[in-house]
């Protein structure tokens, strides 16, 4: 909702105030179809090849879960919490051998089944059964998966990041088209010399535009999308920081209750729910 408020409002106030000061909008309206498919053409046409199928997939999923809003909020990490509470809190007492039917199959486990959300994310749920399985497995000590976790959550974070490197890449490029449109508007107007003054002045403007409609497609509606994007992916990272940092702490030996705590620290402030908040919402899951 807020992308499109503020798409319109951006794209409102650059158009609005051009018809309050007495722009022509027909020469606008006449010039706009041209330019953007030069324009959108050429840079959809780079964009292709400069990304392969991969991210291209990426980047379109990135784009529609931009519109939908981010998932990661207070309720969603209060019940992941809750779920790393309640499976530390069943290997303390009965063993770590106890949640082994859990981790391997996950979607049978009434433990994990008490989350649906976080159930049906699959990357979420093979990061932190796998390292539970390690944990059950006994072959590692906390360091060594740390070092292993710090390692998958660089490589899931550059993956993330690489539609935001896209899309900035082509927000730097459309100026770039826009010129190259106006460039085609002034060749054409020049094969026009001998035209009166007044069509001659229409063909410029209709140049122009080429140039005012690709730094407006580059500020106004891609940067602004990679910069939404790249804020979806930080708040998706701290998933994985979260499952980490209490699954080290139960490791070292913390109880359930102060693990999560190591958990709850590294989130945003935004979405950090309070000690007693927290407390009371893994006894409500019980």
């Known amino acids: ?64 879960h931009a519109f939908k809003g981010a998932r990661q909020n207070k309720a969603r990490f209060m019940d992941l919490l809750a779920l790393l509470y309640d499976i530390l809190q069943k290997a303390r007492k009965e063993g770590l051998m106890s949640i082994e039917g859990d981790v391997e199959e996950p979607q049978n486990s009434p433990l994990f089944q008490k989350y649906p959300n976080l159930l049906a994310d699959h990357h979420l749920m093979d990061f932190m059964t796998d390292y539970l399985r390690m944990m059950v497995s006994g072959n590692l000590n906390s360091h060594e998966i740390e070092s292993l976790m710090d390692n998958e959550i660089d490589a899931h974070h550059q993956e993330a990041h690489r539609p935001v490197a896209a899309l900035q890449r082509l927000a730097g490029a459309l100026p770039a088209f826009g010129i190259v449109a106006a460039v085609l508007g002034v060749v ?34 891609v940067e602004p999308m990679a910069s939404l994007v790249e804020h979806n992916v930080q708040d998706a990272s701290k998933e994985f920081d979260c499952i980490k940092c209490t699954l080290i702490a139960s490791m070292q030996g913390y ?32």
């Open 1 to 64: 909702m807020f992308v499109l408020i503020g798409y319109a409002i951006a794209f409102g106030c650059v158009f609005g105030v051009y018809i309050l000061h007495g722009g022509n909008v027909v020469v606008l309206a006449g010039a706009l179809p041209f330019e953007m498919a030069t324009i959108g053409g050429s840079a959809f046409g780079a964009f292709l090849v400069s990304n392969p199928p991969k991210v291209l997939k990426a980047t379109m999923a990135a784009v529609l």
């Open 188 to 221: 054409n107007t020049m094969g026009s010399v001998g035209q009166p003054p007044s069509v001659l002045g229409g063909m410029i403007a209709s140049a122009l535009v080429g140039t005012f409609l690709g730094i407006l497609l580059s500020y106004a509606l």
């Open 255 to 286: 109880n359930p209750p102060t693990a999560i705590e190591f958990g709850r620290k590294v989130l945003f402030s935004t979405e950090r729910p309070g000690f007693l908040e927290l407390e009371s919402h893994v006894k409500g899951k019980k």
